[in-house]
């Protein structure tokens, strides 16, 4: 399942999440304010900010990308 690392007041993270559903597609919410492990998951990914979008271990990105979430099943 795609994870999507977030934080309660970062405005990308939640059209990453509005573009996500409008897509039907499904994926868990990691906040990273609720959960600082989270934040060294991410890093230990090289990111420094969210929101994180991890699809496989090997694919993943930071920030809202409607050009990377728009392969995922559900928009093509």
Not at 32 to 44: G, K, L, R
Request: aromatic share 10%.
């Amino acid at each position: 399942m795609i994870k999507v690392y977030t934080s309660p007041t970062c405005q990308p993270c939640r059209l990453t999440k509005q573009y996500l559903d409008r897509g039907n597609i499904a994926y868990e919410t990691i906040d990273i304010v609720e959960n600082p492990a989270a934040v060294s998951e991410i890093a230990a990914m090289g990111y420094r900010q969210v929101p994180v979008v991890v699809v496989t271990p090997d694919e993943h990105w930071n920030g809202f990308r409607p050009d990377l979430m728009g392969n995922l099943r559900g928009f093509r």
